[in-house]
């Protein structure tokens, strides 16, 4: 390839097939899911502990390191995999609809050629945002089964699909998909502003280099989930409510976004919407650096050969 011919990696280039888009992003959500997942887990029974029953009147451990520790003699480290099927199937096709509606919505709002700036930060923020209101309407069902699983772990995928369906009916797949945008769409947004100003920054040159991907990946995962935090701990509540293993009645019956609000406060105060920030964020970091690195890797790979 001539220096005339250098690609700018945030975008594939014009000529470059749906297919080659779709594929670079089933391969970034499946590493990045898969990679990261125990972390989710753990962050998971963090944030539903104050909801949850207990046996033997034992303390729910608080900390993440404590809890780590008690899932680890009681239940095996392995448990912290329960659940990754679910998130695996949803995960492939929401990705590849997630990456080829941001690549098409920048497009066509950003014309590379004849655009006199380098940096467009809220036209890419605002492809960003798009992007996950098309991928949450096929993850959030996924989502939900995956949490149901890493709070009760003796049942499997399907079963728990059907459990929910049975009993709470088709809207418990949906319950929480107003909140998961209210979450994601600014995390999408400043995930995308953050990553594409990132890497012009530190790779000016636009040349593909995975060691800067993976860098600028890992600081717009940590800043977008830190500040999201707060969401997503009613998105958890939303989520888990019709689980067996909630015993509250306050937790039981919080299907809406206020009532979810309103319960871990009650129950918990301010603190209680920080629940999980720790392994969100050790979580995201390397997962939003993961699918960035798969992502530009995938595209450089489908590209040239």
């Known amino acids: 390839m001539e220096s005339s011919d250098v690609i700018d990696y ?6 470059a097939p749906l297919a080659h888009q ?3 992003g089933a391969f970034a959500g499946i590493a990045e899911h898969s990679v990261i997942f125990p972390l989710d887990a753990l962050k998971t029974r963090l944030q539903a502990m104050h909801a949850i029953s207990t046996t033997g009147g034992q303390p729910i451990p608080s900390t993440m390191l404590r809890q780590l520790s008690s899932i680890s003699a009681q239940e095996g480290s392995m448990v912290l995999w329960k659940g990754v099927q679910s998130v695996l199937l949803g995960a492939g096709p929401a990705h590849a609809v997630y990456f080829a509606t941001y690549e098409m919505v920048k497009s066509f709002l950003i014309d590379e050629a004849t655009s006199t ?7 890419t923020a605002f492809s960003g945002a798009t992007a996950t209101i098309a991928a949450d309407a096929l993850m ?3 989502d939900v089964i995956k949490q149901r699983i890493q709070l009760n772990t003796n049942i499997s995928v399907w079963d728990t699909a059907k459990r929910i369906y049975s009993k709470e009916g088709f809207q418990a797949f949906y319950s929480s998909y107003p909140t998961t945008l209210a979450i994601n769409i600014p995390f999408a947004a400043f995930n995308f502003g953050i990553y594409d100003t990132a890497t012009r920054y530190f790779n000016p040159s636009g040349v593909y280099n995975p060691f800067i991907h993976c860098l600028c990946g890992g600081i717009s995962g940590a800043a977008c989930a830190g500040l999201t935090t707060p969401l997503d701990c009613i998105k958890t509540a939303l989520q ?13 019956q919080a299907d809406t976004f206020k009532k979810a609000t309103r319960a871990i406060y009650q129950v918990y105060g301010w603190r209680g919407f920080w629940s999980g920030v720790k392994p969100r964020i050790l979580a995201n970091m390397p997962a939003t650096a993961i699918s960035w690195t798969a992502y530009e890797f995938a595209k450089h790979f489908l590209f040239h050969y």
């Open 10 to 15: 945030e975008a594939l280039p014009d000529h």
């Open 140 to 142: 959030n069902p996924f």
């Open 117 to 123: 700036s380098k940096y467009h930060f809220f036209k």
């Open 22 to 24: 779709l594929m670079a």
């Open 240 to 252: 888990v409510r019709g689980s067996e293993k909630v015993s509250m009645e306050v937790f039981k």
